[in-house]
Each structure stands twice: as C-alpha cells, then as structure tokens.
C-alpha cells in the first residue's frame, strides 16, 4: 500500500491513466492477479491468448508492467513461462494523481502537528472504511466466509483484492490460514512517506476478522503486492510468523 518518492524528472515520465477497455481490464487483471501469465489471463478474462499477448505487449512497451520470473511449477521442456507484474509507473496509472497532494497536506501536518497527529488522521480515515465493512460482515460465521466479503469491499473499494488458502511454517507447528492480497492500493502515494496508514490497515483486517493479523509483504518494500496472512486456528503467540517478503 506505498509508492516510492518522486522526483520532478519522475513525474514528468509518469504515464496517465489506461485508458478504459481490454486495456485496463488486462492491466487490473495483472493488478489483482500478479504474477501471472498471459495463458492465466486469457482465462480469468474470457478473451483469446492472441487478444491477452496484444495488450500484454502494449503494456509493456508503455511500462506499466513488467516481466516476472514465474513461481509456479515448471511444466515440460523449454523456457519457463512468462509472468507479469504491475510496474511502479503501471501503479501511478491506476492511481489518482490527487495523491500527490495528499502527500503535501500530510507532510505539512507532521511537521506542524507531528507525526502523531498524522497516525490520528490514518486510524479516522481507515476507520470509515471499517464500519461499513463492519456491516457487511456482522451477520457472516467463520473466517473463510467474513474474509470472502471483505475481499469483496476491498476490491469494490479499488484495492484489487483475492485471496487464498496457505500455509506457513510456525515454531511448534505449521499455521493454516488464508493470504490476503491487495494488488494495487487508492492511497499508495501517501502510504509510501505514511507507514500509519498501513499500520491502521493491518489493525482494522484484525478488528473485522476477530484474529490477529500479520503483514507478510508490502509493496514499500518493493513486493508487487501487499499481502496479510489470516489464521484460521488460533496459535500460540510464539508460533506468528514474522514479516517476510513474499518477493
């Protein structure tokens, strides 16, 4: 949920906003479902591999994606696919370039106000978000299905959200749960200077879920996506994995 820092020269070369069509779509498609492939894509989107490769190759002549080594198993002979990633420029794009002025207000507060002040602002604006994802959920049982609806608000909301089943390694024995994935985040350009707001993220997914969360990946870290990982067992507080980069 961040963005780097820019420089005049930076954004200069920022590219404006896809235009709406197969483009966007292919674009918000690699957003959500990043790394993927154009095979993969030619699925999800219900359109020819001919049709997915045209504005695979339009996107990257542009930069707003960029190709990533494929994670999953390799199947036969031959170069392994290609997948394909959101680029920081593809990130830009499907953000509104109002957060560059947000960015202004927010650094003008921390230092008039401090930066308490500033983590105050993040806990008010999440907050919103969390009482009408609050009602949503409120009548669901079960953490699988108050995650389902909450991916829904997300990505409603602009977030590019999915999630999956995972597991990881824990001190005393394996954690089940789910992984959360946020493909692209509305306010990147602010959360890359705040970290508050990210931080008021992960609290509230644990307020709405009834679990503690964890953060596993961010995209200020230089992940392609940010990613939460959900138990779906209660653990002992030894066994919650630690941050890691899920690069």
């Known amino acids: 949920m961040v963005i780097q820092g820019m420089t005049a020269a930076h954004h200069a070369s920022v ?23 154009t095979t993969r894509l030619a699925t999800l989107l219900g359109i020819s591999d001919t049709a997915v490769r045209r504005q695979v190759d339009g996107l990257l002549e542009a930069g707003l994606i960029e190709v ?5 198993p390799r199947r036969g002979r031959g170069r392994p696919a290609r997948a394909y990633v959101v680029s920081d420029s593809g990130h830009e794009a499907l953000t509104s370039d109002y957060g560059h002025l947000a960015s202004e ?5 921390a230092e008039t106000a401090g930066p308490v002040a500033v983590a105050s602002f993040a806990r008010a604006r999440i907050a919103k978000l969390e009482k009408g994802y609050a009602v949503e959920l409120a009548d669901l049982e079960g953490t699988g299905e108050r995650v389902d609806a909450l ?4 990505t409603r909301d602009g977030f590019d959200a999915s999630a999956r089943p995972i597991g990881l390694p824990g001190a005393a024995a394996p954690l ?3 992984q959360l ?8 350009s602010v959360a890359a200077e705040f970290p508050q707001f990210c931080d008021a ?7 709405l879920l009834g679990v503690h969360v964890q953060r596993l990946a961010t995209l200020a870290h230089g992940d392609h996506v940010c990613t939460t990982f959900i138990p ?13 980069r899920d690069r």
Not at 21 to 28: I, S, T
Not at 233 to 244: G, Q
């Open 176 to 178: 089940t749960g789910i």
């Open 105 to 109: 207000a927010l650094t003008f507060l």
């Open 151 to 154: 991916v829904s608000a997300l």
């Open 15 to 37: 590219p404006v906003a896809p235009e709406a069509g197969a483009r966007g779509r292919v674009l918000r498609a690699i957003s959500r479902h990043a790394p993927v492939t």
């Open 232 to 244: 779906t067992e209660p653990a002992p507080s030894s066994t919650i994995p630690t941050e890691r």
């Open 181 to 188: 994935c946020q493909g692209h985040c509305p306010v990147q």
């Open 201 to 207: 993220e992960a609290e509230a997914f644990s307020r």
């Open 68 to 72: 990533r080594d494929d994670l999953g």
